[in-house]
């Protein structure tokens, strides 16, 4: 419990005796009277749970400790594990007038000789605002490891990770700021001592006047033990005003300092004025590189509104928001908006279609045209956007008044399931609809397992928080048409419609059109091919379909007709209060209705 937690907290201030804890719950801390343990040098391990709900915003003038919000200093080769800190903040503004260095962490301020293994904090914020006339080191998970002569091992950091936010802001005269999503700086005295760092990720988004990181900032170049950085990430956005940035790591010591770096992904924004670098911006000679993808995005110029709202003027615009939509990992991921301001030509450009991302994404009428998609592997999803998911805040995504034009498609199934649309292969939990399709094919060849395709979005799964069902709609000429090549084989069951190819739960057709034509498979549909629940059917016209099922299989149809005059409205409700079984579940008003002198009936 909280009171357990202060309890020990109390206990072990500062004692020097080496405790052990381990939580049995997860502990929430909102509105109590938390202040972190001073001094630890046991082991902390959280078994898994989480501790949330700390809120630290007060003035700071350096004491010769660290601050974190767990633990102000971590000493003597004490261990955290197995812990998330959630839904928590630390701000700390100052205004020093002495030469006290200032450590700070999301989890501990400063660390000797210590071990970080299996820790996350989650929607947490670290800040350090203020006037310092000594050095500050921030980090999401630690703000200074250091270490000395005396021991000789590994200052660790395993599986450990981050997803919000960590700055300094304000005037440093003495050494750094340094500022990382994970460690702020790595020092020690000799040479016995490396820093071994694996299985790490960041997402948070890092800021800093000076010297900024995405795992660490700085590596001082008295850590001369053969530093090593092993399967680890940046996603996050990492921005310095006049310093210099690293999307793993900014500053690696010198040529005595050696640094590897291996099976990494060097990825995220990086904002800044000075040196940058996606593996490591300064004091990089010795830093050895091997299996590691550098794919940060440098200074990027897109325009982004007061709201936050992504402009796409351009194909270049596009593929540059496709590529910062695209940053973070599944459900830490960043929900993005964005607009078209203009037509859209991406003839002639290489496509990579957005994967996994979280959006709000509002054509306005615009038109994105020339898109050329040729996927030969055994992809799971196939479309401008690949797939469309929930992040773990519940932001579902949008995809909406947008016209695709001129689009090829050209898949060669390898073996695998596939999921394919021209808007998107996977709608998890999203929107799409208001769309339409002039002259785009998806061309299929080869062996494919399960395999289900709609023109415009391959499988819709789950509810969209906007419509309580799945949601895909919009028109498709007669010059768009889906193709199957002879000689193509499934091993598994195939889905081919002209709206959506499958929905695993309940979805809503919205204002669906087809006049285009699958060819070279004979189960097929006009708009649904499989629903396992209802489909709802939203300003649905008789007259749309081009084969004479609107479906394969469903287990419960319902129609919501489009209504734009009284007599429409007139003829809706008489319809739904003669009808057994109650088939129609509604209309969708179009317009504004007046039914002055008309007979109504409820």
């Known amino acids: 419990s909280a009171e357990d937690l202060i309890e020990f907290k109390d206990l072990a201030n500062g004692k020097g005796k080496k405790y052990t804890a381990k939580l049995t719950a997860d502990i929430d801390l909102t509105g109590k009277n938390w202040t972190p343990i001073k001094v630890f040098d046991g082991t902390f391990d959280g078994d898994g749970h989480v501790i949330s709900g700390i809120q630290i915003e007060q003035s700071f003038e350096s004491d010769g400790y660290g601050y974190g919000m767990l ?14 800190l959630k839904d928590s903040y630390l701000k700390l503004t100052t205004n020093q007038t002495g030469s006290g260095r200032n450590h700070i962490g999301g989890v501990v301020g400063w660390a000797m000789r210590a071990h970080f293994e299996n820790v996350h904090i989650k929607n947490v914020e670290v800040s350090f605002t203020g006037t310092v006339k000594n050095e500050v080191n921030v980090g999401g998970i630690v703000g200074t490891m250091d270490s000395n002569n005396a021991v000789t091992g590994a200052i660790s950091v395993y599986n450990c990770s981050s997803d919000k936010d960590c700055s300094v802001e304000g005037v440093v005269t003495g050494r750094g700021p340094n500022v990382a999503g994970l460690v702020g700086r790595l020092k020690n005295t000799g040479s016995n001592n490396k820093l071994d760092m694996k299985d790490c990720v960041n997402n948070a988004a890092v800021s800093s006047s000076d010297w900024a990181g995405g795992l660490v900032a700085c590596i001082d170049d008295t850590v001369r033990g053969g530093n090593q950085i092993t399967n680890c990430q940046n996603y996050g956005v990492i921005k310095t005003t006049t310093g210099a940035a690293g999307a793993l790591v900014c500053s690696a010591g010198n040529a005595q300092s050696p640094l590897t770096v291996k099976d990494s992904v060097a990825g995220g924004i ?12 300064v004091n990089n000679q010795a830093v050895t590189v091997e299996n590691t993808k550098e794919t940060a995005i440098f200074n990027p110029s897109l325009t982004v509104d007061e709201a936050g709202v992504y402009l796409i003027a351009s194909a270049d615009d596009l593929i540059l928001f496709r590529n910062i939509a695209s940053i973070g990992k599944d459900d830490a991921r960043k929900a993005y908006r964005a607009v078209l301001t203009a037509d859209i030509d991406m003839t002639g450009k290489e496509w990579v279609p957005f994967d996994r991302v979280i959006m709000n994404f509002d054509g306005q009428g615009h038109t994105i045209s020339g898109i050329t ?18 992040n773990g805040d519940g932001m579902h995504s949008t995809v909406k008044n947008v016209i695709f034009k001129d689009c090829t498609y050209n898949v060669t199934m390898a073996g695998g399931s596939q999921c394919i649309g021209i808007v998107a292969g996977y709608a998890d939990r999203a929107a799409v609809y208001d769309v339409e399709l002039k002259n785009c094919d998806i061309n299929i060849d080869g062996t494919g397992a399960e395999t289900i395709v709609g023109t415009i979005v391959g499988r819709a799964a789950w509810e969209h928080n906007d419509f309580g069902t799945a949601a895909v709609g919009g028109k498709v000429d007669a010059d768009s048409v889906i193709t199957v090549a002879e000689g193509t084989t499934f091993t598994g069951e195939k889905r081919f419609a002209g709206i959506v190819g499958a929905c695993s739960q309940a979805i809503t057709v919205i204002n669906p059109e087809y006049k285009g034509s699958i060819e070279g498979v004979d189960r097929k549909a006009s708009f649904v091919s499989d629903i396992w629940n209802t489909v709802i ?5 008789e007259g749309a379909q081009t084969y004479n099922n609107l479906h394969n299989w469903c287990s419960t149809i319902k129609y919501v007709p489009n209504v734009s005059t009284a007599d429409e409205l007139l003829a809706a409700v008489a319809k739904i209060n003669a009808q057994e079984g109650k ?8 317009a504004d209705i007046d039914l002055t002198g008309k007979e109504w009936t409820p």
Do not use: H, P
């Open 71 to 84: 633990i102000r200093d971590l000493e003597d080769g004490g261990v955290v594990k197995n812990l998330t």
């Open 270 to 281: 990086l904002v800044s004025n000075g040196t940058y670098a996606a593996v490591c911006a």
């Open 373 to 390: 998609v040729t996927n030969t592997a055994a992809t799971w999803e196939t479309g401008a956007f690949a797939n469309l998911i929930i």
């Open 537 to 541: 059917f939203l300003g649905y016209d």
């Open 583 to 590: 088939k129609q579940l509604g209309f969708y008003l179009t």
